[in-house]
């Protein structure tokens, strides 16, 4: 299995090469060469596999076994999923009226990036090891990533790891989990700025290829198409828990409702329906709407700046992935992946092809939910179920709800659930509900922090720069960092 570039002008790599990448050195971001097709037979032994055995298979497909044996592979994910609190990793709420809760957040910081992260780390440092290798992670965030990517290689000798969060735009709980870890190779950044502003610094860097590659520098936000691929598992165990029988002939169709920001998870969703998955796509946003804008009218253009709201984590106006659903969706066609990110890249306005937007909508629906929805949703859940959501949950459910007042449900449905709700207390607190606070969590408000500040007026592209640079000079000096 080889992976390309969505805009065609980079050198294939193997998967531990694209593991190590960032963007492409022509911009874009690494996809397989090609997309297996499963057969009802292979989906139907898939069905009865448990949630790690399940990433295995499904891992196994885009490593190639000469890199990394399947032994080793799932030693690595078994390793990688022992810290989570629930023995089946990922588990399924089934609540009144039809409603399916699919929840991904029982990794060690309480949100679904665990899942996908605590692999990338895994597959880093096994090929690390080999190689005797060091590198240097830099990851923006906005929310739970940065602890997610944190947890996943705090303490690993052959990595640094810099994060720039957005000061007072995460919540608190989610600001402390990354502030409060002191181990020597976690640089934390706060910045005054929101997470599209952060990302522009992290690109700046990465397309300075020379720079890049000498200080060994790779990213773990959802452009690493490791993240995208751990987490197409979890599209397969939401349609083998949701659907009425696998006997079926076709099989039938199963809705999984995606709430999202910077679009990785729907892009994962997208390359399951790709391999023969028999699922509806139906992905909701916040008030930063270009996704919903784009599956509604085929428009992919910035509308001003980013707005604040319950669910912080997609408060995202640039959703990056979408490139990879544009690539897949047009028929890897890469000159006009290219030309069309080009044009949104120099104007912030982009008009989707008319053929390439009716692929997009009859693949995925959309919508778009307010605080208000989200703290409805919430209360509504919690009167009907005693169910606590996070805000993000809660824009999955907002779509549930919707839907169910307005239609027969046609097909069973399920809602990922990418965040506990014990994260987000001011969400539940504004939603007149009580939060739950586990002892990990009280225990945060009480431990020592550390952070760097970015302030607005500094050149944050050069502050990066000088701090990667310090990394690798304490590290030939033999200092530790």
């Known amino acids: 299995m080889r992976y390309i570039s969505t805009r065609g002008g980079s050198p294939s790599l193997d998967f531990e090469g694209a593991l190590f990448s960032g963007y492409a050195p022509d911009g874009g971001l690494f996809m ?47 390793q990688a999923f022992s810290r989570f609190r629930h023995r089946d990793v990922v588990h399924l709420s089934r609540l009144k009226n039809g409603l399916n809760v699919l929840e991904l957040w029982h990794g060690v910081t309480y949100a679904f990036k665990d899942l996908s992260m605590s692999c990338a780390g895994q597959f880093l440092q096994y090929f690390l090891e080999k190689r005797q290798k060091h590198i240097t992670i830099v990851v923006g965030t906005s929310g739970d990533t940065g602890s997610s990517a944190i947890e996943s290689v705090r303490g690993a000798k052959n990595i640094d790891i810099i994060v720039l969060l957005p000061l007072g735009r995460c919540s608190k709980i989610q600001e402390l989990q990354m502030t409060t870890v002191i181990e020597g190779n976690v640089h934390v950044f706060g910045v005054e700025g929101d997470s599209d502003e952060l990302d522009k610094p992290i690109k700046d860097v990465f397309a300075d290829v020379a720079f890049a590659k000498k200080h060994n520098l790779m990213s773990l936000n959802s452009i690493n198409w490791s993240r995208v691929l751990v987490q197409m598992a979890h599209y397969f165990f939401a349609y083998f828990q949701c659907a009425p029988s696998m006997d079926i002939y076709p099989l039938p169709t ?82 006009l992946v290219k030309a069309l990110m080009e044009q949104f890249e120099r104007t912030k306005k982009l008009r989707v092809p008319k053929d390439l937007h009716a692929k997009i909508s009859e693949r995925i629906s959309s919508q778009s939910a ?57 969400a539940v607190l504004r939603a007149q509900l009580v939060p739950e606070i586990p002892e ?33 000079r304490q590290r030939k000096g033999g200092a530790s960092s």
């Open 32 to 78: 397989p060469e090609e997309i297996p097709h499963l057969d009802r037979e292979t989906l139907k032994q898939w069905s009865t596999l448990s949630y790690p055995a399940l990433v295995t298979e499904l891992c196994s497909l885009f490593i190639d076994p000469e890199l990394m044996p399947k032994k080793d592979l799932k030693g690595l994910i078994d």
């Open 254 to 335: 199963v809705e999984v409702v995606v709430p999202t920001g910077a679009a990785g998870n729907l892009a994962a969703g997208c390359i399951a329906q790709e391999m023969g998955l028999p699922i509806r796509l139906a992905t909701v946003v916040n008030h930063n709407d270009i996704i919903h804008r784009t599956v509604q009218q085929g428009d992919f253009s910035l509308s001003g700046t980013t707005s604040p709201t319950l669910a912080s984590a997609m408060d995202i106006q640039v959703p990056y992935n979408m490139e990879r659903i544009f690539w897949l969706l047009s028929g890897s066609d890469s000159k």
């Open 440 to 472: 990990d969590i009280r225990a945060l408000e009480h431990m020592k922090t550390r952070h760097s500040p970015l302030r607005r007026g500094d050149d944050w592209t050069q502050v990066l720069r000088s701090k990667i640079e310090d990394l690798s």
């Open 370 to 426: 307010s605080d208000d929805d989200i703290i409805h949703t919430m209360r509504r859940c919690w009167e009907e179920n005693r169910y606590l959501l996070c805000p993000h949950s809660a824009v999955a459910v907002f779509y549930h709800y919707k839907r169910s007042a307005c239609e027969q449900p046609s097909l069973p449905r399920c809602c990922l659930a990418p965040a506990s709700a014990v994260k987000f207390q001011d």
